[in-house]
């Protein structure tokens, strides 16, 4: 060892460490996550943690590229590679790269960790976790309803409490922009205050766009539009009338209609959308329909976002490729999941079945070959270890702390006539056997626990 | 888009991207090895990318050093943080962080990618996978004996074509040192050399060991002691008649003896390791036993490594704790398994079990609800999407290239009458049955599939 100087143990601000228990919860979450995603055929990816600096930067705004992480070691100090900041770019490019090796449509799900160097606070990390699934090379509605059937799905598995899909659409607001004469180069702006709507009100945003300059009439007529509501999907034909006139408005309204109509089809209920035109995203590279999800309480912001991108694969390719995918944020999820206590309970704190205890030394070898024949017929057992202090009622208090629920006995009687003890924790049932049948004691006794 | 320059599409040197039928393949690895890990009672552990510098330096000599990246993101330049170059020295820090909340002993395993700077070439890249699985709190053999069964297990599982685990003892090579008067200043450079048997053979690590000022009679000494051998564990009795006196070597080889035995508990076959006194290892954390594992046909390097570090952790808290772990190398795994032909055929290069093809624009809904009503029986169904292009021939050949096994036809008939044709396309057997019974055919022609 270089250096014998003891180092405080410990993690970077918004960096942090998932111990065992905690896993098996996140495990469940991104399982169930992945399970949906293939169901409707989406196809796993996986792209490098380290892209080219030229790949990533020029896509995202410049604000948002102040927060990617550059890395480089101590041999080479280039700063050629940068740290992903998304999973939707990495795609773009591998689209390009590899064009001539996938199929099209292609539907990819990438389950990773991507970094992001903003101020930590709570809920809001430097490392975290996106679940994306995205269809490359269809531009009609049928894609992006599959797109928000997989949401639905994935949150009918998880039984989150009453999600809502917001929906919108950048051209319904290109053509809201028009009608009220905002200025192309305003409407940048415009989506950045919109996008406040939720945090400060329509007053909030209303004095925003005037300081930012959009005189008052204009913005009267925007402020009208976003906020028009009227039951299920009715709040369409209320802004048809109003802006149908406008190209790109109307083409914003067929889409939303038609993908109204696939959406039925793949059986999502009304309840769980809404077309809500003050929902805007970030991003700057969506071109068509947006959505986002969010839940009422607790309400920790929206828990997905996503949308149409048709333009990003461009940068990487002479024609570019109609796109739209999903990014699920499974962060706040597992938040939401722990605060309503919405894990079923089999999902454990240990993935351990059964733990083999050690009577003493004399039969640590006799509870090795146990351990060993549960294991050759799948059983998870766990061979109690305690460098030679082997007292029963501290390895008991260790399963039950663990929370694992079978606990196997053999003391020198048992090794003698070749018999083993299985206790259940949970009521204290407890079995004695012939080695020979210790699997189906075992098997038993689990199928009744669960 | 702020910048519409075209980039080329491509990733830095070192770096990989994995298209989804690769990617099934590297999850069936994965999740065997998880399997087995889950089988011995491992419990998953995920620590950030990102850790404190102070973490990371220190621990793995100045050489490997140069190669962890550091990373830092425009906003804030400090030099904080650095990307993960194993899986055990983090696991070390999360031990004496949170050692209230775990139970001891801490058996706990993470698949994970790793970083390392390294010159890329065949089978060596810059971010790769680590599966890891370590005991924490256990001096004794039984833990190594455990790490070793685990090991042999995915093996066994994997299929892979007669490994051999090699096994030796970090004693055991100081007391070969002590026993041919090698300083201790010397050892480290001792093992260098040794390190390299396998590539530059015995009279070349001589000629090494020579110029690095090791005396003549010293280096005779030592070559005769390493390179001992006799059948199955016979040459432990061998080196102890010569060496057996000088107590360190004394508890090498009681310790290599106890392993054994717990070995044959656990069900290990002597064919299937051997003590091999030429295998040293190149970090400089190990304290006692050390494994590695080779394949002969075809011979890619070691596809394992591990062994005890009883130090480590004491690097990050008062007092250390005895550790023993192995990291399995998946790559190589890989490579061997692709160039063996070694994945089982129900490794599929696709998730989708059906494709439901799209008759016209007319049935497009009614392909749609098909799929839906599959997807609700959990069988993995993707809808044909063509922006308005219906070929059934194109639609056919899609799946066929894919992989699909099944596909599913609904012509303007089949919907009036509410029947569907399902095809297998692998013997070209067809059933065509009423919609309501669908899911029942796709399982009964799925079964005989596979």
């Not at 014998?4 to 998932?18: C, E, T, V, Y």
């Not at 950048?170 to 939720?198: A, E, H, N």
Request: proline share 4%; net charge negative; charged share 25%.
């Amino acid at each position: 060892m270089a250096q014998q100087i003891k180092i405080k143990p410990r993690l970077a601000k918004g960096f942090r460490d998932f111990l065992p228990s905690e896993m098996l919860k996140r495990q469940y979450v991104i399982d169930t996550i992945e399970g949906v995603f293939q169901l409707f055929g989406y196809e796993p990816l996986q792209t490098p943690v380290l892209e080219l600096r030229d790949t990533l930067f020029g896509k995202y705004g410049e604000d948002a590229e102040q927060l990617i992480y550059s890395a480089q070691h101590g041999r080479s100090k280039s700063d050629e590679v940068a740290m992903r900041y998304d999973l939707t770019v990495p795609l773009s490019r591998v689209v390009a790269q590899y064009e001539n090796d996938i199929s099209f449509p292609f539907r990819r799900y990438q389950i990773s960790p991507v970094w992001r160097g903003e101020r930590p606070q709570r809920g809001r990390y430097r490392e975290f976790f996106q679940c994306d699934a995205d269809i490359v090379g269809v531009s009609g509605m049928e894609a992006d309803a599959e797109i928000i059937s997989v949401m639905n799905t994935v949150y009918q598995r998880l039984n989150l409490p009453q999600p809502i899909i917001k929906i919108n659409n950048r051209k319904l607001l290109t053509g809201m922009g028009v009608f009220s004469d905002v200025i192309d180069s305003q409407l940048p702006d415009l989506y950045r205050s919109i996008d406040k709507f939720d945090k400060i009100g329509a007053e909030g945003v209303e004095k925003e766009l005037i300081e930012r300059g959009i005189p008052g009439y204009a913005v009267k007529r925007m402020m009208d539009l976003v906020q028009i509501r009227d039951e299920g999907n009715l709040n369409l034909n209320l802004l048809e009338r109003q802006i149908g006139h406008i190209e790109v408005a109307n083409e914003g309204i067929d889409e939303l209609r038609s993908m109204a109509m696939y959406l039925d089809a793949l059986g999502v209920p009304q309840s769980a959308y809404e077309f809500d035109f003050t929902m805007v995203r970030g991003l700057s590279y969506y071109t068509g329909p947006i959505f986002e999800t969010i839940i009422q309480e607790p309400n920790l912001g929206s828990i997905t976002g996503g949308g149409r991108y048709d333009n990003l694969i461009g940068l990487f390719r002479r024609e570019s490729l109609p796109t739209v995918g999903t990014s699920l944020g499974i962060e706040r999820i597992i938040d939401i999941m722990t605060e309503l206590d919405l894990f079923p309970s089999h999902v454990a704190d240990t993935v351990v079945d059964i733990l083999v205890t050690v009577f003493d030394d004399e039969t640590q070898i006799a509870s090795s070959r146990l351990a060993s024949q549960l294991r050759k017929a799948n059983i998870r057992a766990e061979l109690y270890m305690s460098d030679g202090k082997f007292k029963l009622g501290k390895q008991f208090a260790y399963a039950d702390k663990k929370g694992i629920p079978l606990v196997a006995t053999l003391g020198p009687d048992e090794v003698a006539n070749g018999r083993v003890s299985i206790k259940r924790l949970s009521d204290a049932k407890e079995v004695d056997v012939l080695q020979a049948d210790v699997v189906d004691a075992v098997v038993g006794l689990m199928q009744i626990e669960f």
